[in-house]
């Protein structure tokens, strides 16, 4: 139950990322969404959750660190723990990945916003500068007391076309990124179908044994 539990929440994330890349009125509807989430007590009870998630990542971890510590001595190993620990492995890989979308989720919905910050400004310098060239033209004089704040307007869209490029190339990357993870994802839905089938087949070796040692009382 609770790997279903992870594996949708991962899928949603993922699916969140998606329209977040990509410019569609769903993503105005998502954005508008986690900005009202941003707001009054959403970043106390997304921080607890996170927490709480972190936590039971790190115990997953120990346990796995003291299982292969015990692994070290070779009468220590036994079905059982072999099981415990595929089974740690795996929910701290997903509470890992969780932990890293949330994170990517929270990254992508900031840029956006700068992003479109940075347009809305690029415009506004760009109208006023257009409204300097009209000036220019009906009154020069005017206009030649006003070349320096020109330049400075100038210089300010440069450095706001930099700064839009940079973080399309931000975006680039995160997609890519991405698209790594949902990779990872399926290598991992793997691993979990062969993870069920060894688990099945460690059962049926359990079961075997539990099976010799009563026909062994028995006779005795």
Known sequence: MVLHLMFTVIFTQMAVILLLLFKTPLRKLLIVGLDHLKRGRGPVVVKTVAGTVFVVFTSTVYGIVDI??????????????????ARNLLDASLMGFMLFLGLMIDRLHYYIRELGLQRKALEAAKKQSRSFEDMKSANPEEFKAMGEEITILKSKIKNLESECAAKTDEAKAAQDKVEAMKKQSEGLLLE???LIQDNHNLRSQLQDIDHN????????
């Open 192 to 194: 979990y179908d062969k």
């Open 213 to 220: 040692l009563e026909q062994q009382k028995k006779s005795m």
């Open 68 to 85: 292969t510590s015990r692994e070290v001595d070779p009468a220590a190993i036994n079905p059982t723990d072999q099981v415990l620990m």
